[in-house]
């Protein structure tokens, strides 16, 4: 039986809400299966997120990882490409720790790749009138690390898939920032878990950007 992880993360920087937190309990209850999907919210702490995540692994043994976190500003689901071994902290974690310039993982790769079939689950967005799109950076902050450790546990075993999903705000969660309904989140985190699980292949069309 496949066993998928999704994982969301816990507000930070003084919010009071995290969509990517709330999408994943929704996506976990819409689930129709026959897979077994586990979902699970992360603290926004470095050392602690890494730690759960970890834990989370090694307990359910998970064939298929989905990553989400909040993308303030983005005005689409994006699915990302590359994981950078880099913990750069523009602000303080829910911890109040702020490394910068630091590994994800001592020695490391530079950057890992997503494993998830991130052109098709974009277009199955589409189609399906969620707007979604591709994107080359998670940042630097948590979201970045449990996607580089994620993409790096990927690799250790050919029968495994892990990436990462960045989502905007949900509907009156944002004063100024673009939103989407829950309901299309969880929604599409739902479908992106799909078509990762039915396609070992990406599709091979143009996806990159000149910036």
């Not at 990302?80 to 880099?86: F, H, K, S, Y």
């Not at 969660?173 to 799909?194: G, K, Y």
Request: hydrophobic share 45%; glycine share 8%; aromatic share 6%.
């Amino acid at each position: 039986m496949t066993t998928i992880l999704l994982t969301g993360f816990e507000p930070f920087a003084g919010d009071s809400s995290n969509p990517s937190g709330e999408a994943v309990h929704l996506a976990a209850s819409l689930w129709e299966g026959p897979e077994v999907l586990v979902a699970a919210v992360l603290p926004v702490t470095f050392d602690g997120a890494a730690s759960m995540f970890e834990a989370l692994l090694e307990r359910h043994q998970p064939q298929v990882v989905v990553a989400v976190g909040l993308a303030a500003g983005r005005d689409t689901v994006s699915m990302e490409r590359v994981a950078v071994n880099l913990i750069d902290a523009r602000i303080p974690d829910n911890d109040g720790a702020q490394p910068i310039d630091e590994s994800s993982i001592s020695n490391g790769p530079a950057a890992v790749f997503s494993s998830l079939p991130v052109k098709a689950i974009a277009h199955d967005l589409l189609t399906a009138g969620i707007p979604a799109s591709l994107s080359t950076t998670a940042g630097t902050f948590v979201c970045n690390h449990i996607f580089y450790r994620a993409a790096t546990w990927a690799t250790l075993a050919t029968e495994r898939k892990a990436g990462f999903i960045h989502v905007p705000w949900a509907t009156g969660q944002s004063r100024n920032d673009p939103e989407l309904p829950l309901d299309d989140i969880a929604r599409a985190l739902t479908i992106a878990i799909r078509t990762s699980i039915d396609n070992d292949e990406d599709r091979h069309s143009v996806g990159g950007s000149l910036n």
